[in-house]
């Protein structure tokens, strides 16, 4: 059974930093890209970052290029979002989620139950 | 990057009925690298259909999803009170620029 588990969400200030894991479990970690994907309150889905399996392509949206680092620890089956220069407007459920292809196709077949992170002073 | 634009915003049906969700882009979707997934209410969102119409493990024969180029629909026939939901339609085929549509709500009355 796939297993897909967010943790580090929590209350920051404008301008501080949080990172944000998550541990899968489940399938073949190092064959598939991680993602992550947040959601504002009552507002749609943004796609953040991605990750490839073996490292040969990290991805950002405009919106958190230059502020946030995703990476990850093929050993321990993790993945992490590093985000500085936080703003109100990073304030969001955070998702971690399993890129479904095989071949790096960037679509999302198994997804956490989410993090949120509230940024305000 | 590719808008995508989903409509209508809202569809109110009732059980047994059909829904008939729209997707469009504002350019031709690479390889029809078009997903739509499921979102109810406090719960994280599901993959139901990848590449246009590949249904995803695990779903209902009730969900079909159509189209290539600009233009992609979902369908969903004998509809279900579980099937009230937030639909939202992804691009994926322009890595690294992944966008959502703004989703399409199905209320079942």
């Known amino acids: 059974e796939v297993k897909v588990v967010e943790s580090g969400g929590g209350l920051v200030k404008p301008g501080g930093s949080l990172r944000l894991s998550c541990a899968a479990s489940?399938?073949?970690?190092?064959?598939?890209?991680m993602n992550w994907v947040r959601q504002a309150p009552g507002k749609g889905l943004e796609w953040v970052a991605s990750?490839?399996?073996?490292?040969?392509?990290?991805y950002y949206g405009d919106a958190v290029k230059g502020r946030f680092t995703i990476s990850r620890d093929n050993a321990k089956n993790s993945v992490y979002l590093q985000m500085n220069s936080l703003s109100v407007e990073d304030t969001a459920v955070y998702y971690c989620?399993?890129?479904?292809?095989?071949?790096?196709?960037?679509?999302?077949?198994?997804w956490g139950q989410g993090t949120l992170v509230t940024v305000s002073s | 990057e590719t808008v995508l634009t989903q409509s209508p915003a809202t569809l109110i049906l009732s059980p047994g009925e059909r829904a008939t969700l729209s997707c469009g882009a504002s350019?031709?979707?690479?390889?029809?690298?078009l997903a739509w997934y499921q979102q109810k209410p406090g719960l994280a969102p599901r993959l139901l259909i990848y590449?246009?119409?590949t249904r995803a493990t695990g779903i209902s024969d009730r969900f079909s999803g159509s189209g290539s180029g600009t233009d992609f629909t979902l369908t969903i026939t004998r509809l279900e009170p579980e099937d009230s939901a937030v639909y939202y339609c992804?691009?994926?085929?322009?890595?690294?620029?992944?966008?959502f549509g703004g989703g399409t709500k199905v209320e079942i009355k």
């Open positions: 590449e246009a119409s």
């Open positions: 489940g399938f073949t970690f190092g064959s598939y890209s």
């Open positions: 350019q031709s979707v690479s390889y029809n690298y």
């Open positions: 992804q691009d994926y085929g322009r890595s690294p620029a992944l966008t």
């Open positions: 989620a399993k890129g479904g292809g095989r071949y790096g196709e960037l679509y999302f077949d198994y």
């Open positions: 990750i490839s399996g073996s490292y040969s392509y990290i």
